[in-house]
């Protein structure tokens, strides 16, 4: 959807007249974005006098197309500014153009290849490099917009940053960025009229295809070849995502599913349940796979971004190109009330039991399954009930039922929907029974013995031992972790110190570094702790749990007890020190189940309860 939109002509005169933010303001409220805020309609005022600079010659004539803030489909991102029209040879071009007020900028670090820290909203930050940002918003368009492929209109990227300081140009032209500087050129304070070079050898007249403005903002949305033919040669041959027993079953009828969806246009929503380690996330993405080459338009949906990122970094190789060309395919469900229903062919959502009513920032929202159901012709949701891990999480078979009945979708939900054989922990179903009888979650469960499972499980008495003995598992293939409950502080992000974890045998570590979106992979965070949301859906070969003093065993009685007391003050998201004891309970049991089934071979653990230690060692005896 296109905010603003005008001719050149019309575009310099509302800004000589000072109307133009106002105009953009009254426009994006009247679109119903939640938009216009101070800062932004500032922005406005400011920049659309250096683009009338750019745009007011007379080698562009009048008539040229202009779109200010084009909100790219079934995303909240808005391109600033766009000029539509065709070159000297009458080929029709769309110059995206990306602004910033930036003064200044610098490098983050050397492998930090897509960012850059600058001062954004009154503070320092780390945001997109402006290159990348335009050229994969050009590249996001161009993947699903059958207009521009079939017409064989070519997008030129670019960015203006019209008050950076030229001392500081050194920030944004290293050789780190080179890639995107290179597809999109960025133009600081003193290049005004090299960028005016740059616009006018793509555009100077407009084009002789009608209202190409208008084709665009209500075009098809669907996956070019281009994006189908890159997804399957980054996937073809990963073994990783190799389909197995009843994922194959799972996989064909949802391959069926879609096919009547398509065919009859009735909503269809598969509910496909299964425990930690069974292959949900594998088929999720065989599935996004599988529907963008036969060119349905789907998306990977999670909450929680570390699956996304992780599946993202592995898919593409972490080639940045590859990363910037399909990470439209896997989006959060923030924004899907904005979106109209049915708009996807299909949405695969990962970790189900992690939606919750509303998400923070997201003011159209109401309902994260209920938005699922409704954009999407068909909806998969790949659910754990037992893996919900705080107060605000509604996932469930009860919550997808009745949304489904209220906006006409069909739930399939059966034997072949369920996926039970386990991938982790060394393919072993007796290992989850284990970890239900060590924590008691079932009064009528089994003790297992360990030694007939092949499984390295072991209880340790210092937490710098299982540190040591994690991290030479590391140094095998990158594939070890440390995990923690909600009991330790966030000292270092809230200005309180170094450290976060502070355990006996002078034990101190971090949670997982802020901003580093891949922590699971990243062969730089093995001395970072990781929380449950950087953890959930993901998988080690080896992981070290922390189990704090929310967890204790109960000599007199013989019983694993809880204590929410013990949460941490600066955890915001679960609400586990102010639920009910019997809801406390049963999440902070989800929890510490979650992350000791995240190891394929092995998992360590550390007790900060003595009497707790005692016990799991009697178990493994």
């Known amino acids: 959807m296109i905010v603003y939109s005008a001719n050149k002509q019309s575009f310099v005169q509302d800004v000589k007249t000072n109307v133009i933010a106002t105009k953009i303001l009254n426009l994006i409220r009247e679109k119903g974005f939640n938009a216009g805020q101070e800062s932004e309609f500032e922005s406005w005022h400011n920049s659309m006098k250096f683009m009338r600079d750019i745009v007011d010659d007379s080698d562009i004539d009048d008539d040229v197309q202009i779109a200010i803030e084009y909100n790219i489909p079934q995303t909240s991102k808005r391109v600033d500014f766009i000029i539509i029209g065709a070159d000297a040879k009458d080929k029709d071009n769309i110059v995206i153009v990306e602004l910033k007020q930036w003064r200044d900028a610098e490098i983050v670090d050397d492998d930090m290849h897509f960012s850059v820290r600058a001062f954004v909203a009154k503070k320092r930050r780390i945001v997109c490099h402006p290159s990348y940002q335009a050229y994969s918003y050009s590249r996001f368009i161009g993947n699903y917009s059958h207009i521009i492929n079939e017409r064989n209109i070519h997008l030129i990227p670019c960015a203006y940053l019209h008050n950076y300081l030229p001392a500081y140009k050194s920030a944004l032209s290293a050789d780190i960025y080179k890639d995107w500087y290179t597809a999109a050129p960025f133009f600081i304070m003193d290049e005004a009229q090299q960028f005016n070079d740059f616009v006018k050898k793509f555009v100077t007249k407009k084009s002789s295809r009608g209202d190409l403005l208008y084709l ?18 980054m996937v073809r041959g990963t073994p990783v995502f190799d389909l197995l027993d009843e994922q194959a079953v799972c ?27 069974t292959g949900k996330s594998v088929l999720a993405v065989n599935l996004l796979m599988h529907y963008i080459t036969c060119a349905c338009n789907a998306a990977y949906v999670t909450k929680n971004s570390a699956p996304r990122q992780a599946f993202l970094s592995i898919l593409s190789q972490n080639k940045a190109e590859n990363i910037a060309e399909i990470s439209q395919l896997f989006r959060s469900p923030f924004g899907l009330s904005k979106i109209p229903a049915n708009s996807y062919d299909c949405l695969i959502v990962d970790e189900a039991h992690r939606l919750v009513k509303k998400m923070y920032g997201d003011w159209g929202g109401e309902n994260q399954v209920k938005e699922c159901i ?18 605000k999480d509604i996932g469930n078979v009860q919550e997808i039922a009745k949304w489904c009945k209220e906006l006409g979708s069909s739930i399939i939900m059966r034997e072949e929907t369920k996926l039970v054989s386990q991938f982790r922990c060394n393919g072993s179903d007796a290992y989850i029974q284990f970890i239900d009888h060590l924590l008691q979650r079932e009064t009528e469960s089994l003790p297992i013995s360990l030694s007939e499972l092949n499984y390295d499980f ?26 923690a409950g909600y009991c330790y502080d966030w000292n270092v992000k809230n200005n309180r110190g170094d450290v976060d974890i502070n355990l006996p045998g002078g034990f101190q ?64 998201s679960s609400g586990i020190r102010s639920a009910s004891d019997e809801v406390a309970r049963k999440l902070i049991l989800n929890t510490y189940k979650t992350l000791l089934t995240r190891g394929q071979k092995g998992c360590y653990v550390y007790c900060e309860d003595e009497a707790l230690r005692t016990y799991f060692k009697s178990l493994l005896r």
């Open 509 to 572: 570590a971090k949670w997982n570094l802020e901003n580093d979106k891949i922590w699971a992979i990243n062969p730089r965070s093995f001395e970072e702790v990781g929380c449950i949301h950087t953890a959930q859906g993901l998988e080690f070969d080896y992981v070290g749990v922390l189990i704090g003093k929310d967890l204790k065993y109960d000599q007199s009685t013989g019983k694993v007890v809880t204590d929410k007391k013990a949460i941490s003050p600066d955890d915001k």
């Open 216 to 233: 665009i903002d209500n075009g098809r949305i669907k996956p070019t070849k281009s994006l189908q033919d890159a997804l399957s040669t």
């Open 374 to 391: 409704n954009a999407s012709l068909l909806t998969v949701f790949m659910l754990d009930e037992d893996q919900a891990v705080t107060t």
């Open 251 to 277: 996989f064909d009828m949802c391959v069926r599913t879609m096919l009547q969806c398509l065919k009859d246009r009735k909503k269809r929503t598969i509910l496909i349940q299964g425990g930690p380690g």
């Open 458 to 483: 072991q209880i340790f008495d210092n937490p710098c031992e299982m540190r040591d003995a994690l991290r030479e598992k590391n140094a095998v293939c990158n594939k070890a972790r440390m995990v």
